[in-house]
């Protein structure tokens, strides 16, 4: 409902986000360990107002070079890239 977009709008938290590296078993219980964050300025909030409210050109194609980033989300970023260039 538009009640519950508008709260994971300003909050910026849409979900766990994660990659799995190794297939295993976890249980309940288990300790994990963060090992690697290769771009700790880039949190998923940072990257959700990036598409919604991007605040430059410089800062999509920061977001762009991001490796990790899935294809579906880098599409976004692209959309939101070219839609800047186009305003200006």
């Known amino acids: 409902n538009e009640n519950t977009r508008e709260v994971i709008r300003q909050s910026g938290w849409t979900g766990w986000y994660v990659r799995v590296i190794e297939e295993g078993e976890i249980h309940q219980g288990d300790e994990l360990i963060l090992q690697h964050r290769p771009y ?3 949190t998923i909030r940072r ?3 990036l598409l919604s409210t991007p605040s ?5 194609e920061e977001a762009l070079a991001i490796e990790e980033l ?8 692209n959309s939101q890239l070219r839609n800047l260039q186009q305003a200006a």
């Open 40 to 42: 700790p300025e880039w």
């Open 47 to 49: 990257l959700n107002t």
């Open 56 to 60: 430059s050109v410089a800062e999509l």
């Open 70 to 77: 899935a294809p579906a989300f880098k599409r976004s970023v």
